[in-house]
């Protein structure tokens, strides 16, 4: 754990290629940020800041990719809420393409 608050923990990512990034969890156990509440969502702005001051402190990044997984068609591979914040870097092979880029591949088109 890198950092936590009354409510939420930020804690490491780095898996694969990912070498540089942070997950915001909740403390309560809620399964998706539809169930996040006024004093969470509140919370979470400021621990924003947080997380990016701590990918920052590691290799300053050139840009970011922020989200959250929902259910398991949506990737979501634990049932607890959790943001990601992934550092970005011009030299990376896909720098440039966002977290839509997946999706508007051809391979991507639905079957029905």
Partial sequence: MLYQDDLWYITDMEEGSINN???AITKRHIETPFEINEGEWTSLQ???QK????VDDKEAADGYNLGWNIYK???QNVSHAHLHLLARYDDEPLAGKGIRYAFKQPDNNRRS
């Fill in 21 to 23: 990034a942070v997950m």
């Fill in 73 to 75: 068609t949506g990737g």
């Fill in 46 to 48: 400021k621990l924003l």
């Fill in 51 to 54: 997380m990016k001051k701590l």
